[in-house]
């Protein structure tokens, strides 16, 4: 059980690190990207993409601690349509449209 608060931890400090910038080469995808790949994203955009995520998993993995076969399956239902919903604004919303 300390275990997942301590995860919960990690996720709400990764995602604030995110959202200001300090943590763009914990965003998947992004940290590995040549630069024309790069430019062809709004970082502003994919950092509140990406740091919201993890912040709003924090409070989820909190559910977890209670053990309950309800808080599991909550947890994984909303991380399983919470990442989808980011993937799909990561490659329509926070793509530059400059291109």
Known sequence: MIIVYILAALFLITGILVIMGKGDNLIA???????????????????????????????????????????????????LVACIVVVILANTWAKDKSE
Do not use: D, H, W
């Not at 709004?42 to 995520?53: A, P």
């Open 29 to 79: 995808g992004y940290n590995t990207a040549s630069q024309e790949e790069r430019a062809a994203y709004n970082i502003k955009r994919l950092r509140g993409l990406v740091g919201g995520l993890l912040v709003a998993e924090a409070p989820m993995m909190f559910l977890l601690g209670k053990e309950s076969m309800t808080a599991s399956f909550s947890f994984t239902a909303f991380t």
